[in-house]
């Protein structure tokens, strides 16, 4: 990061506006909500927290990001090669358009430069947690599992490091998940979840400071390590962990693994030990909260299916499963539907989101299919686009520009979907 920003000072626009991107990115990952939010929300009370300038703010960090230079030598030379497209048998549905007022960008050279509009983010390694950057969905903020590292990038680029986390990469932990401090602009603080070569944790990350925990000893595993995180309020983290591998953790009431947990302590020194909410879950667990019915989402996969539950005050309850497991490995709720990503069928499906006077679960559909490879995390915004990343250098076959941020705009409820 730029020094202005280490020191905290935010004299320059640019600074004020990134500042401004990681409070909206909050937002919106549904811990505390915008504006537009609390306008649908039965329970506002149950969400404040949100500053009512921060939508304006935005602005000035696509001015950043437009105004930076291009990618540096070493991103054109890295995983050069000829292109080869996925599958694109699919035929794809409307995609989001540049407004007619808005300029168009010619793209740079370099190796890095996607063909497809949709692709907002390239030449990533293997990808974990993503947020929207801004109210439209063309910034993204997403963690690179493997090298720890909190990128922020549009189409075009270029890429800026929000912050690296030293991480143990084996199987599939590394850089699990993040979310930037309620009061980012003030403290410039980010939670991670992490895999440290002894656990899974997580940590509170400083400008210029090593990790510090903040929930230590969620067991680890050779796989089943990777969960998910989002501020619910501003005092409250909720946190999704895998099972390491091992049911039985995973029931255990002693144990973190295969848990969610509420962190409502953050503090550097011992914490009181989280609230589980729920137990059981599977393996490569995702949250969706839902901002218009205040419902929390959980996908996870087990060794018999991977499923859909709902989180009610009596605990889990199962929406959907999906016997053939096709790796579900990220959910989203948005514009009234329920989508999840999946990893070896390559899919995204929806579900029609269950409501109070409709509550049964249709089968879900096929919206998006073969076009990108490996689906990993997925996050929704509430104009109901979706931004998903590719996991193709670890779980499929990538190409030059992978792996990839994908910005795309579902079909909506009423186009047949056949």
Sequence with gaps: MPDSRRTGRLRDPAARGESALIA??????????????????????????????????????????????DFSAQDRAKDAGPFSANDESFAQREQPRPSPTEPLVPPPPGPCVDPDPAVIATCLQSTAGVMPGDDRGDVTVVAERTTGKIITTKRYGPQRVL??????????????DFAFSPTYAQDRLIYALITTASDNRIVRVAPGDVPKPIVAGIPK????????????????????????????????PTSLAGKILLVTSFSSRANPPPRVLASGLGSNVSLCPSAASGSLYVADQTATEDRLQVLESAG???????????????????AGSIYVSTTRTQQIQALTEPTRDKPAIT???????????????????DNGVLQFATVNRTSGNPVSTDDRVVKWLPPSSSEDRT
Excluded at 163 to 170: E, K, L, N, R
Excluded at 224 to 243: D, I, K, S, W
Excluded at 317 to 324: G, H
């Design 221 to 252: 595993g050779a796989t089943g390590n990777m969960g998910a995180m989002y501020f619910r309020t501003p005092g409250e983290l909720v946190v999704a962990t895998g099972n390491a591998g091992n049911p039985a953790a995973a029931a255990d």
């Design 363 to 381: 089968p879900p559909t096929v919206v998006l299919e073969k076009r990108y490879g490996a689906l990993g995390r997925m996050v929704a915004l």
């Design 316 to 334: 889990p309850k199962v929406l959907w499963t999906w016997p053939d497991r096709p790796q579900i490995a990220g959910c989203a709720a948005t």
């Design 24 to 69: 909206y990115c909050g937002a919106m990952r549904k811990g505390w909500p915008t504006i537009a939010d609390r306008r649908h929300m039965s329970k506002p009370a149950d969400r404040r927290g949100a500053g009512t300038s921060t939508v304006v703010a935005l602005l000035a960090i696509l001015v950043l990001l437009t105004g930076c230079a």
């Design 163 to 176: 912050a690296t986390i030293p991480v143990d990469a084996s199987g599939d932990g590394g850089l699990i």
